[in-house]
């Protein structure tokens, strides 16, 4: 209870509720955007209307996404003001000026062309409302890049010196490319594709298996199994690669995902904890079922190669909830490998030549499957996010800036006032996304749309 009356801890909570419920329709825009940007692309190709109805009843759920995302995103900007006045005042001359990068060149561009995309069939070209289209895809995917590179420099941070305890830029170039960049970078927005692709895919095959529709979206199924094929793999290729970047970078979080408290001797390799029970008090795991060697394997790709251990960083440098990152790190892993698993599942069936309307009706469990990862790329991309912040503390800006030294000083009744108004209008707007989102999926895609000419 007396972690409630911490205004340090409620500034953290709030932080933690409002950005964990905003990164939820990214996901979505970025991947949907793209979705789009490629059934307009084939409607003018192929003039197959098919295509462009696609693109009308996927154009709904993305502008749902989107507007969900925009207010829940909001706030976020002013709390680093409100809670995290220190932060700001340290670091207004690069973080300040990324966000505002973010909104001037990314949302600006993505909300300007939105009102061509969304209602301009019938008022501009078709090749013009196409590059509206594909402008708006590039905004979303640019607000991505910007706000992975404000949090990727909390990360590592490059490119500055403090003077007079305020950030001072020495090189935009050094602080934007900062080590942990081009992968934060590339790992979210290749979470931001797997995530849509499965979230088109699996509502494609609840159309099919409730037998609506079922050649329409038939087309949006195919498209996003060839998505799965090539996004996939590359996705749990680049989590490997952010998995040994941290291990150089950030050798604490490393060990406090993988539960490793004892750096293992030279001539002997690192046990890689599957599952543990991590007790931070005794600095030891209450249980392992571990393979010898394998964590050494993995961070080194020695079988006797060196990983520190958390006990080799003072107890106030660890990150704190160490079981929570542990198995955040595992859930998102389970969550990749099953992506993995169910793309092979549907290749193979494709090769069969069962991927036909009249067969895969026939495969109801693998429709089952589809529908029932759409949930899962959220909860992998939450349970990353948990990793990557939690992992982060007790530094805001690592090596540089304590959490503790960065936050406002407010009272602890008024931050927990605000706490509660947040989870009140976050739980709101998520109820009527449902509602709204339920009245698009029961009404279906409006095949009467006539295109423009």
């Not at 007079?164 to 934007?176: E, G, K, L, P």
Request: charged content about 10%; hydrophobic content about 55%; aromatic content about 14%.
């Amino acid at each position: 209870m007396e972690s409630l009356q911490d205004p340090i801890f409620l500034s953290r909570l709030q932080f933690s509720v409002t950005a964990m419920f905003h990164v939820l329709w990214p996901l979505t825009t970025v991947g949907i955007s793209l979705i789009l940007v490629i059934f307009e692309w084939l409607w003018l190709k192929t003039g197959d209307i098919d295509n462009y109805w696609h693109a009308c009843f996927w154009a709904q759920l993305f502008l749902l996404n989107f507007s969900v995302g925009v207010i829940s995103g909001i706030p976020l900007q002013f709390e680093f003001g409100t809670n995290w006045s220190r932060f700001a005042m340290m670091t207004g001359e690069f973080f300040g000026n990324i966000l505002g990068y973010e909104a001037a060149m990314a949302f600006m561009l993505e909300a300007g062309f939105l009102g061509i995309m969304l209602f301009g069939w019938m008022r501009v070209p078709p090749i013009m409302h196409l590059i509206a289209t594909c402008m708006v895809a590039l905004g979303a995917s640019l607000s991505a890049f910007w706000i992975l590179v404000a949090n990727s420099w909390m990360q590592t941070p490059a490119g500055i010196h403090l003077e007079n305890n305020r950030v001072v830029v020495d090189s935009y170039f050094a602080a934007i490319f900062n080590k942990n960049m081009p992968w934060g970078v590339l790992h979210m927005w290749f979470a931001c594709l797997t995530t849509s692709l499965f979230v088109v895919g699996g509502l494609s095959a609840w159309y099919i298996l409730k037998n609506r529709n079922t050649d329409f979206f038939l087309k949006s199924f195919k498209l996003a199994l060839i998505g799965v094929i090539f996004v996939v793999p590359i996705q749990l290729f680049l989590g490997h690669g952010s998995g040994l970047e941290v291990f150089v970078s950030q050798p604490a979080k490393g060990a406090a995902i993988e539960a490793h408290w004892t750096t293992n001797q030279e001539g002997k390799g690192a046990a890689w904890n599957l599952l543990s029970w991590p007790n931070q008090m005794e600095q030891k795991n209450a249980w392992a079922l571990s393979i010898p060697n394998g964590l050494s394997v993995l961070a080194t790709g020695d079988r006797q190669g060196q990983v520190q251990g958390l006990k080799s960083f003072p107890q106030a440098d660890q990150p704190p909830a160490i079981p929570l990152i542990f198995y955040s790190f595992r859930i998102m892993v389970v969550i990749g490998l099953v992506f993995m698993g169910l793309m092979v599942w549907t290749s193979v069936v494709w090769l069969k030549g069962q991927l036909s309307a009249e067969s895969l009706c026939t495969h109801r469990w693998l429709l089952r499957a589809w529908i029932a990862s759409i949930p899962l790329g959220y909860v992998a991309a939450e349970s990353g996010w948990i990793v990557r912040e939690v992992g982060r503390q007790p530094w805001v800006i690592y090596g540089l800036l304590r959490t503790r030294d960065a936050a406002s000083t407010l009272p602890a009744s008024v931050v927990a006032v605000s706490l509660v108004a947040f989870v009140v209008i976050y739980s709101g707007l998520f109820i009527l996304f449902l509602i709204f989102a339920a009245h698009i999926l029961r009404k279906g895609p409006d095949l009467t749309l006539m295109p423009p000419s």
